[in-house]
């Protein structure tokens, strides 16, 4: 596979990236200009997202190619970075994150690699003005003793919303102590200010990070992406009688759909959360408190 050495400047993406693509690959996107997610899946022509909406390239990669791309991206060794790829993802730094699809290699049940690698979804992050003030004043008006949990489909600004958030607490005149676990390495992406009242706990299992941050970094307020599993549900529960809020998101696009998940039902039940957040692209966000929720479903 032959690399194009590109002007960082004029790049659809990050230079740290692009010179992890084939040349021809690299050629295509400089053309279309800024991009929130390229997917490349073998034998199938590739695409971007731009401003929310999906567009076909005119360039094919085939599986001996995607796996030259990974194996770029692991730097050339796919066992440092075995127990990340299991978990269906690589972390390459800045914010970017790359979701990997493949034949799963499986063991007593139990997912223990994977093979054949058929797709890679990478997520390019940017930095954009998002208003928060109404989960800032959320939490106000819980006392910060209880949480927000943000919901909405994929691709709808989850991450971004929490990023902003975490900016709004941990800055200003009277900032906040905020943690960041950041398990995928994505979350505190252009949080690097040195006048934020920020710690971050990176790659740590959201668990055993939530409990650092209430039992030993003193946390105001802590925020984490993504949860839903039931091992999430478990480690949240463990560790979520210290008092302190947590702010996280998770997949879904109705309260029904929310709370049609057991582990997010569990957490709903033991008050967890004061709030709920749902999130459309381009939309206001519709808050839901946690004693109308019931009334949603």
């Not at 066992?79 to 493949?102: C, D, K, P, Q, T």
Request: hydrophobic share 45%.
């Amino acid at each position: 596979m032959e690399n194009l050495i590109i002007n960082a400047e004029s790049a659809a993406l990050p230079y740290h990236v692009a010179r992890l693509l084939p040349s021809a690959l690299n050629e295509a996107l400089l053309k279309i200009g800024t991009i929130e997610e390229l997917r490349l899946v073998a034998g199938k022509r590739a695409w971007v997202r731009q401003r929310g909406k999906n567009r076909v390239l005119d360039i094919t990669l085939d599986a001996a190619t995607l796996s030259d791309i990974l194996s770029n991206m692991c730097g050339g060794s796919l066992y440092a970075h075995a127990e990340n790829i299991r978990g269906g993802y690589l972390s390459l730094g800045g914010g970017v994150r790359v979701g990997v699809g493949g034949r799963a290699v499986l063991e007593d049940g139990r997912v223990v690699g994977i093979d054949a690698i058929s797709s890679l979804c990478i997520r390019i992050p940017h930095a954009v003005a998002v208003d928060v003030s109404v989960a800032v004043e959320l939490l106000k008006r819980l006392s910060f003793t209880r949480g927000l949990l943000v919901y909405a489909p994929p691709a709808a600004g989850k991450t971004t919303y929490l990023r902003a958030l975490a900016l709004s607490l941990a800055s200003g005149e009277e900032p906040r102590r905020v943690v960041l676990v950041d398990t995928r390495d994505e979350l505190a992406y252009s949080l690097d200010s040195p006048s934020l009242c920020l710690d971050v706990l990176s790659g740590y299992p959201k668990g055993y990070g939530i409990e650092i941050a209430t039992r030993t970094l003193s946390a105001d307020v802590i925020l984490c992406d993504e949860i839903g599993s039931e091992e999430d549900a478990r480690a949240i529960l463990s560790v979520q009688s210290g008092g302190v809020p947590l702010v996280a998101s998770a997949h879904a696009a109705t309260p029904r759909d929310l709370l049609g998940r057991a582990p997010l039902r569990a957490l709903h039940a033991a008050g967890v959360f004061g709030a709920y957040i749902g999130l459309t692209r381009g939309g206001e966000p519709r808050v839901t408190l946690a004693e109308e929720m019931d009334a949603c479903v």
